[in-house]
């Protein structure tokens, strides 16, 4: 293989878009950057990503917070096991590392939440480790370039033969993301006007498209609304796991059969679809809930609160 890393090197130096995390190699910032792009759209980790540093402007005020704040900080983001991960990491960072992120490629593997393919990241990006990145994108364009379906096992060789060919490891790593994240897309690609083209024995043909073997399964929840004189609210905070674990939410049953009336919310989750129903309970309520004024700064799963915003307008 020549080295041609020059060639998505120079791309990505003239079409990077201009995002916050590119403009800093503070490990802080970069791992939480990381952790919230694993499963997030950009577009929607822009705002909580300045807001973040804002409540949370070091690794030692994070590991001190009440998981709650935590939690409040993630809404919206979904998949809040990162949360609570990104909140154990940094106690980790401050017991095992006086409070000083690890520098060392084991030591960050070894925080919660941290995977081989984010500690490369977040090595290469802050220590200019030759540590290739290995998420969904990489994935695709490194089996473009072979026009095979590859196992991890190659995929990483691959990613390592590559990133070793380069001096700026960080900008490879970065690159082969943009490359991904734009024009070699899962469903639709630009061939055109991709610096790879004398690479990729794929170039100019269909994507191949896969079926998805994710199963969604449905789920019907009713959530019980206790009515309070003073027009409080009455919120559980959900188990450590599960859907929505550790958020607060009113009390819900899971039913057995579908209702015959129709939901007064759907919340689609990656395998799950929640068709919330409303059911307005007069009696007194008697789990581990409180009553609250209002849930302004509690962590509140986004289909409550939608499922609320439509009773609202609806009304
Ligand atoms: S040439 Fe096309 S298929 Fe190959 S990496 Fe570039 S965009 Fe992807």
């Known amino acids: 293989m020549n080295n041609t890393t020059h060639l998505l090197l120079n791309w990505y130096q003239d079409n990077a878009r201009n995002l916050p995390w590119r403009h800093t190699t503070d490990p802080y910032r970069i791992w939480v950057s990381e952790i919230m792009l694993q499963q997030t759209q950009v577009k929607t980790v822009l705002p909580r990503y300045g807001q973040w540093f804002k409540v949370f402007p070091d690794i030692a005020t994070l590991a001190a917070?009440?998981?709650?704040?935590?939690?409040?900080?993630w809404e919206g983001l979904g998949y809040y096991r990162r949360a609570r991960f990104i909140h154990e990491a940094a106690q980790q960072v401050m017991a095992n590392f006086n409070g000083t992120f690890p520098t060392n490629f084991d030591d960050i593997l070894s925080l919660k939440g941290i995977g081989q393919s984010t500690a490369g990241a977040i090595s290469s990006f802050c220590f200019q480790t030759h540590t290739p990145v290995l998420d969904g994108n990489v994935k695709r364009v490194l089996s473009s370039w072979q026009n095979e379906s590859l196992i991890d096992k190659q995929l990483w060789q691959l990613a390592q033969s590559w990133i070793d060919k380069t001096?700026?490891?960080?900008?490879?790593?970065?690159?082969m993301m943009e490359l991904g994240a734009t024009l070699c897309?899962?469903?639709?690609?630009?061939?055109?006007?991709?610096?790879?083209?004398?690479?990729?024995?794929?170039a100019f043909e269909?994507?191949?498209?896969?079926?998805?073997?994710?199963?969604?399964?449905?789920?019907?929840?009713?959530?019980?609304l206790f009515q309070h004189e003073h027009n409080h609210i009455w919120l559980e905070q959900r188990p450590?796991?599960?859907?929505?674990?550790?958020?607060?939410?009113?009390?819900?049953?899971e039913l057995d059969k579908q209702p015959t009336h129709q939901p007064d919310h759907i919340h689609v989750l990656t395998h799950r679809r929640l068709?919330?129903?409303?059911?307005?309970?007069?009696n007194k309520p008697t789990g581990k809930g409180q009553w609250f004024k209002s849930w302004?700064?509690?962590?509140?799963?986004?289909?409550?609160?939608?499922?609320?915003?439509?009773?609202?307008?609806?009304?």
């Not at 269909?206 to 019980?224: C, F, G, L, M, R």
């Not at 929505?244 to 049953?253: E, F, Y």
């Not at 068709?275 to 007069?282: K, R």
């Open 240 to 253: 450590k796991n599960g859907i929505w674990a550790g958020l607060w939410s009113p009390p819900i049953i």
């Open 167 to 175: 001096d700026t490891p960080d900008l490879w790593n970065q690159a």
């Open 296 to 315: 302004e700064g509690l962590a509140v799963p986004t289909g409550i609160h939608k499922l609320f915003e439509q009773r609202v307008n609806s009304n």
């Open 275 to 282: 068709h919330l129903y409303i059911s307005n309970d007069h």
């Open 206 to 224: 269909e994507p191949v498209k896969k079926a998805s073997t994710i199963k969604v399964k449905n789920v019907y929840w009713q959530v019980q």
């Open 185 to 202: 897309g899962a469903k639709k690609r630009d061939c055109s006007a991709c610096p790879m083209q004398q690479v990729c024995k794929s």
């Open 65 to 73: 917070a009440h998981p709650d704040d935590v939690f409040k900080q």
